[in-house]
């Protein structure tokens, strides 16, 4: 049985900050899954609003075996809210390079050795990355002492603390190229649904033509692996030979100390795929980049994710068992457990539309369906800008989102994007006090819209990967769930975005009868209890919301 309320010390008594007042009970019987499994790996489906970071963390204060835990997320923001939350009880964050000034940069005796100007301004573009000797670098006379740079001293101060957050790239390029984060005995996996993804972009090498071009070489043709790996083993050496004379001399400009740095970083990719076993990898080539993937992501997750680390806790709010086991994960050695949702499911309604005539959304429509499927929309939309509402369409592509803006009668109020515009049209539609309507393919994750932000969302269409690329058209042969696996996963976070805590309220509307006819049929095992408990299959057009506060 799991402990009750007062057998647990409130959160303050264990130093939380003062705001978390007490436990939810789905809390206490997840932080007691995870202290008395006896399997290796505990995976908590946890919605948006059950407290997972409190969960990560109070499992890692109150397991008895545990003297020190990473937390790895895959977000920015998620590691700033876990700084500030937890830094009194001693957890110290880390992040790459990039976010931490260079002090050498600063006038001073170092800049002596450029002939003008300032060319670094942080940690990954400063002159120690171009064979020049910082004093503010580790000393290898003094191992133990903390160095005066921002980066290497907080990554010092990390490697001793016994709570420590960091992101998935960050943690997986400390353990393969330098000295690591250090032993531990828990390690804590949020947004575990993305932890696959991580790894396969950790492990995946890309060579351009610009690359061959750096080392005298035309860009190989065909997709022969096993050429491609003897290629890169051939120039390793000659790029070795280089970087052995970087040390003789200091460079003479920016521009040679940026290119000293370009020679290392391919040296260390040509080194990587020279050692690849080309039976298991997948190349995608367009004849000026070559992608180079592992077929099986989880036979590589043991070697570089979990490290024979003891006690692995996953966390998502979108996980199933195809998360787990995507990582490898054997059913035997992992406790799972779902949390209910703390929304009340009148207040998130998620409608499959289908009216008719039916429309499905695919290559095959003509422009008799893409009017259907344009009505179906437009007549959600007037129903709720009357209101003054605001909405947000996923359109999946980019292609979609122009057609529905050419031809819909609302498209006055829509914002739209291109590739490079995410955030400006985000932040204008936020900003809106008008009954504006976002339209996007790409704010599924990563963006929330509360409240008044956003109303009512539309899914245009069932949100299936495009597997016409080497790499996942090679996965989804050889694993049939994972296309619809993908295509859940992605429907699933497009569903959270408009709903945000328990006095929150938003409806979906799914308009594509694929999803209805026979999607969540073959694909409902991919997709969280509390998505399920709020579809609702309808033949007319719901009323407007009404929700009582």
């Given amino acids: 049985?799991?402990?009750?309320?007062?057998?647990?010390?409130?959160?303050?008594?264990?130093?939380f900050p003062a705001k978390f007042t007490s436990w939810y009970a789905d809390q206490i019987r997840a932080i007691d899954l995870a202290v008395m499994s006896k399997t290796r790996f505990i995976a908590l489906t946890m919605p948006t609003g059950s407290g997972k970071s409190v969960t990560g963390i109070a499992s890692a204060l109150l397991h008895?075996?545990?003297?020190?835990?990473?937390?790895?997320?895959?977000?920015?923001?998620?590691?700033?809210?876990?700084?500030?939350?937890?830094?009194?009880?001693?957890?110290?964050?880390?992040?790459?390079?990039?976010n931490y000034p260079c002090r050498a940069v600063e006038p001073g005796e170092l800049l002596a050795r450029y002939r003008r100007g300032r060319y670094a301004s942080a940690c990954d573009e400063g002159p120690c990355h171009s064979g020049i000797k910082c004093p503010y670098a580790p000393q290898r006379d003094a191992p133990f002492?903390?160095?005066?740079?921002?980066?290497?001293?907080?990554?010092?101060?990390?490697?001793k603390a016994p709570l420590v957050s960091t992101n998935y790239a960050m943690y997986f390029a400390q353990e393969e190229y330098a000295q690591g984060l250090g032993a531990c005995d828990l390690l804590i996996l949020d947004e575990a649904h993305d932890a696959d993804k991580e790894l396969e972009s950790f492990l995946t090498i890309e060579v351009s033509s610009e690359d061959t071009h750096r080392v005298g070489s035309k860009f190989l043709r065909g997709e022969n692996l096993q050429t491609w790996k003897d290629w890169a083993y051939h120039h390793v050496g000659k790029l070795a030979a280089e970087i052995e004379q970087f040390g003789e001399y200091p460079p003479s400009t920016p521009e040679d100390a940026r290119d000293r740095k370009q020679i290392k970083d391919l040296h260390m990719k040509l080194t990587r795929l020279s050692k690849i076993k080309p039976m298991d990898w997948i190349l995608d080539s367009d004849g000026l980049r070559a992608k180079f993937c592992p077929a099986r992501v989880a036979d590589y997750a043991e070697e570089h994710l979990f490290r024979g680390v003891k006690h692995v806790i996953l966390m998502s709010a979108t996980m199933t068992r195809k998360t787990t086991q995507l990582l490898g994960i054997k059913p035997s050695d992992v406790s799972m457990w779902e949390f209910p949702s703390k929304f009340p499911v009148q207040r998130r309604p998620i409608y499959a539309l289908h009216?008719?005539?039916?429309?499905?959304?695919?290559?095959?429509?003509?422009?008799?369906?893409?009017?259907?499927?344009?009505q179906r929309i437009d007549r959600l939309i007037g129903d709720r800008q009357e209101l003054g509402w605001k909405g947000i369409i996923h359109t999946v592509s980019y292609q979609r989102m122009k057609?529905?803006?050419?031809?819909?009668?609302?498209?006055?109020?829509?914002?739209?994007h291109d590739t490079a515009g995410t955030r400006e049209a985000i932040a204008r539609f936020k900003a809106s006090t008008q009954p504006s309507i976002l339209v996007s393919p790409s704010i599924v994750t990563g963006y929330d819209f509360p409240h008044d932000e956003c109303r009512y969302q539309i899914i245009g269409k069932v949100p299936f990967p495009d597997m016409r690329g080497a790499i996942l058209k090679a996965r989804a042969e050889h694993d049939k769930e994972y296309a619809g696996y993908l295509a859940m996963l992605k429907l699933v976070q497009a569903c959270g975005r408009g709903m945000r805590g328990?006095?929150?309220?938003?409806?979906?509307?799914?308009?594509?009868d694929n999803f209805g006819d026979w999607f969540l049929k073959r694909n409902r095992k991919h997709a969280p209890r509390w998505f399920l408990d709020a579809v609702e299959f309808v033949e007319s057009y719901p009323a407007p919301l009404e929700v009582q506060d």
Avoid: H, N
């Fill in 502 to 512: 328990p006095t929150d309220w938003c409806e979906t509307f799914v308009v594509d």
């Fill in 145 to 159: 002492t903390r160095p005066d740079c921002a980066y290497f001293g907080a990554l010092f101060d990390a490697r």
């Fill in 355 to 374: 009216t008719r005539p039916a429309v499905r959304v695919d290559m095959r429509m003509d422009e008799d369906d893409k009017l259907f499927w344009l």
């Fill in 64 to 98: 008895g075996e545990v003297k020190r835990a990473i937390y790895l997320t895959s977000t920015k923001g998620l590691q700033d809210q876990l700084a500030s939350d937890f830094q009194d009880l001693g957890l110290v964050d880390i992040r790459g390079q990039r």
């Fill in 1 to 15: 049985m799991p402990p009750t309320p007062a057998a647990l010390p409130a959160p303050v008594d264990l130093g």
């Fill in 403 to 416: 057609e529905l803006v050419s031809l819909s009668k609302f498209r006055d109020l829509m914002i739209v």
